[in-house]
């Protein structure tokens, strides 16, 4: 291929829209879970991950109302 294609696909590509990543509800739960676990200061059980968010106490609150 030469050299000038290669160029002119490289000035196209700059056009494109990126794509933006669509991220499941059990993947955006892990990654609040990660930035909690990295940005508590002081609370061990946060550092740990033991906590609940607050779809987690919803999702129990409707399991036990049924």
Do not use: C
């Not at 991220?23 to 879970?33: D, I, L, V």
């Not at 061990?44 to 106490?57: A, D, M, R, S, W």
């Amino acid at each position: 291929m030469p050299v000038w294609v290669k160029k002119v696909a490289n000035i196209v590509s700059i056009f494109q829209i990126p794509h933006v990543p669509q991220y499941g509800e059990a993947q955006k739960a892990r990654f609040r879970k990660e930035v909690v676990r990295q940005t508590s200061n002081g609370n061990v059980l946060l550092q740990l991950g033991h906590y609940l968010t607050e779809e987690e106490i919803d999702r129990m609150k409707k399991d036990l109302a049924i």
